[in-house]
């Protein structure tokens, strides 16, 4: 099936239910002469964190708005039928991510361990050779990274005496003043296209030690499926996180309201955000978006320079693709293999595939990030080739799957990337404008976290935050 197919079949039941309903309700809204006192831009999990905690401390007069027709941001569920749901966006915990763990549990919402039994495969120079996925980081590697990045502050990264240094130099060429072995190297550069969103040539090396340092070590970012960032998945599928907080906000949650402009605010308040269905007035509001997102906004009076130029820096165009490939059973897990596939050819559709089932293991589904090359192809074409793929590294079962779901976050036009992989000469020059507030606005989203900066448990710690700023303030 096709994406939009796919798409079609989401959040059914009450979630689905009350989307429907609060969709209605904000196409019926024209503007308000009222004064709120905090409108949060963004229904992704860092934004309706943000509003959780404001009507927890007892704040009635605050609306969130989102601009597509759902919440749940860079998460996105798919119902693949029997009750059981893939997810198309975010999807993974570690043990160390707490406040997305600690939030899940507030939701009453049970976590499971990612299926990791087994060996892998690893297709490399047309072979494909099984071992353990514990072999992927190597330590040494591991252990100099982890060196560098305590010389990187998480609260002020292009603050430090080699900030400069380390953000003129590229990813790659830090690597290959290492002389590593090919097969290592292109192991290390399947990571980073996984972990940050793009080859290594691409990429500041103060931001790969940043997102390190944020992460607390290197191989907590790279851990295969199974361990480290990639340890737990939610029981229902991630996008459950926001669909819940949202369907407890209720109506001060508006889909299908974009904003168009933030007025006035330069000042103390009232801000003014013209949405495509009227104008709102408030006394603070909180961006719950990326840079990137934030650029879609025009800004009167503008913002200042170096502001506006981080947004137009900021990565808004990363080409990331997930699959989901449906099979009757797990079949792999009888065989002993673990459902992870890693592929280092460069005309291979897949970059990692692993055992994405429900946990009950009631059908089994093999989810995938698509690589470059996979993306150029058609639907019916990837799946085709994926399929093959799927035999090469599991067996003759995978030619016969019963489902098929994939998503393009290229084509999102409110989400404008999945991953921010940093070039050089941003972080130390911009970064300083990323988090302070201006005039009346917060800024949330997980791109501001200094811990777990990009995944869900940064966008919940950056939720928090800016909650928590806007109700000193008022």
Same mark, same amino acid.
């Given at each position: 099936?096709?994406?939009?197919?796919?798409?079609?079949?989401?959040?059914?039941?009450?979630?689905?239910?009350?989307?429907?309903?609060?969709?209605?309700?904000?196409?019926?809204?024209?503007?308000?002469?009222?004064?709120?006192?905090?409108?949060?831009?963004?229904?992704?999990?860092?934004?309706?964190?943000?509003?959780?905690?404001?009507?927890?401390?007892?704040?009635?007069?605050?609306?969130?708005?989102?601009?597509?027709?759902?919440?749940?941001?860079? +998460?996105?569920? &798919?119902?693949?039928?029997?009750?059981?749901?893939?997810?198309?966006?975010?999807?993974?915990?570690?043990? +160390?991510?707490?406040?997305?763990?600690?939030?899940?549990?507030?939701?009453?919402?049970?976590?499971?361990?990612?299926?990791?039994?087994? +060996?892998?495969?690893?297709?490399?120079?047309?072979?494909?050779?099984?071992?353990?996925?514990?072999?992927?980081?190597?330590?040494?590697?591991?252990?100099?990274?982890?060196?560098?990045?305590?010389?990187?502050?998480?609260?002020?990264?292009?603050?430090?005496?080699?900030?400069?240094?380390?953000?003129?130099?590229?990813?790659?060429?830090?690597?290959?003043? $290492?002389?590593?072995?090919?097969?290592?190297?292109?192991?290390?550069? $399947?990571?980073?296209?996984?972990?940050?969103?793009?080859?290594?040539?691409?990429?500041?090396?103060?931001?790969?030690?940043?997102? !390190?340092?944020?992460?607390?070590?290197? !191989?907590?970012?790279?851990?295969?499926?199974?361990?480290? &960032?990639?340890?737990?998945?939610?029981?229902?599928?991630?996008?459950?996180?926001?669909? +819940?907080?949202?369907?407890? $906000?209720?109506?001060?949650?508006?889909?299908?309201?974009?904003?168009?402009?933030?007025?006035?605010?330069?000042?103390?308040?009232?801000?003014?955000?013209?949405?495509?269905?009227?104008?709102?007035? !408030?006394?603070?509001?909180?961006?719950?978006?990326?840079?990137?997102?934030?650029?879609?906004?025009?800004?009167?009076?503008?913002?200042?320079?170096?502001?506006?130029? $981080?947004?137009?820096?900021?990565? !808004?165009?990363?080409?990331?693709?997930?699959?989901?490939?449906?099979?009757?059973?797990?079949?792999?897990?009888?065989?002993?293999?673990?459902?992870?596939?890693?592929?280092?050819?460069?005309?291979?559709?897949?970059?990692?595939?692993?055992?994405?089932?429900?946990?009950?293991?009631?059908?089994?589904?093999?989810?995938?990030?698509?690589?470059?090359?996979?993306?150029?192809?058609?639907?019916?074409?990837?799946?085709?080739?994926?399929?093959?793929?799927?035999?090469?590294?599991?067996?003759?079962?995978?030619?016969?799957?019963?489902?098929?779901?994939?998503?393009?976050?290229?084509?999102?036009?409110?989400?404008?990337?999945?991953?921010?992989?940093?070039?050089?000469?941003?972080?130390?020059?911009?970064?300083?404008?990323?988090?302070?507030?201006?005039?009346?606005?917060?800024?949330?989203?997980?791109?501001?976290?200094?811990?777990?900066?990009?995944?869900?448990?940064?966008?919940?710690?950056?939720?928090?935050?800016?909650?928590?700023?806007?109700?000193?303030?008022?």
């Amino acid at each position: 099936m096709r994406s939009s197919i796919a798409r079609r079949r989401l959040l059914k039941g009450a979630a689905a239910a009350w989307l429907m309903s609060a969709a209605s309700s904000s196409r019926g809204s024209r503007g308000t002469h009222e004064m709120l006192d905090v409108v949060v831009v963004g229904a992704g999990l860092s934004g309706l964190t943000a509003a959780r905690d404001l009507a927890k401390a007892g704040l009635d007069k605050f609306l969130v708005l989102e601009a597509r027709d759902r919440v749940g941001g860079r +998460t996105l569920n &798919a119902d693949i039928g029997g009750g059981a749901v893939v997810e198309l966006g975010g999807q993974w915990f570690g043990r +160390t991510q707490t406040a997305v763990i600690d939030l899940a549990r507030e939701l009453d919402i049970e976590l499971f361990r990612t299926y990791d039994a087994g +060996t892998s495969a690893f297709v490399f120079g047309g072979q494909i050779q099984r071992q353990a996925t514990s072999a992927i980081v190597d330590r040494t590697l591991s252990d100099r990274i982890d060196a560098m990045a305590r010389e990187v502050s998480v609260d002020t990264p292009w603050s430090g005496s080699r900030a400069a240094e380390f953000d003129a130099m590229t990813y790659q060429q830090w690597l290959n003043s $290492l002389g590593l072995p090919q097969e290592q190297l292109a192991t290390v550069q $399947l990571g980073a296209r996984l972990t940050y969103g793009a080859t290594p040539d691409k990429l500041s090396l103060l931001w790969v030690l940043f997102y !390190a340092r944020s992460a607390g070590s290197y !191989a907590e970012l790279e851990g295969a499926p199974g361990s480290g &960032a990639q340890e737990f998945r939610v029981v229902g599928g991630t996008q459950r996180l926001s669909t +819940t907080i949202a369907s407890a $906000l209720g109506s001060r949650v508006r889909l299908n309201a974009p904003v168009v402009t933030v007025r006035n605010w330069n000042g103390v308040g009232p801000c003014e955000l013209v949405t495509s269905s009227g104008t709102l007035r !408030a006394k603070r509001v909180i961006l719950a978006l990326s840079p990137s997102q934030a650029n879609q906004i025009a800004f009167d009076p503008p913002l200042p320079s170096a502001r506006a130029e $981080l947004q137009k820096q900021w990565p !808004a165009a990363v080409d990331a693709l997930k699959s989901m490939v449906v099979y009757p059973t797990p079949f792999w897990r009888n065989t002993g293999l673990s459902g992870q596939s890693y592929d280092f050819e460069p005309d291979g559709v897949h970059q990692l595939a692993w055992d994405n089932s429900p946990p009950d293991g009631r059908v089994g589904v093999i989810g995938a990030f698509i690589s470059q090359y996979g993306s150029s192809l058609t639907a019916d074409a990837r799946k085709a080739a994926l399929v093959d793929e799927y035999v090469k590294s599991f067996g003759s079962p995978a030619a016969q799957p019963v489902g098929y779901y994939e998503h393009q976050w290229l084509g999102e036009s409110y989400t404008r990337g999945c991953i921010s992989p940093l070039a050089p000469n941003v972080l130390s020059r911009l970064g300083s404008t990323l988090r302070p507030g201006l005039g009346c606005i917060e800024w949330a989203g997980t791109e501001t976290a200094t811990i777990w900066n990009g995944y869900l448990d940064g966008a919940v710690r950056a939720g928090r935050d800016a909650a928590l700023r806007v109700l000193r303030e008022i």
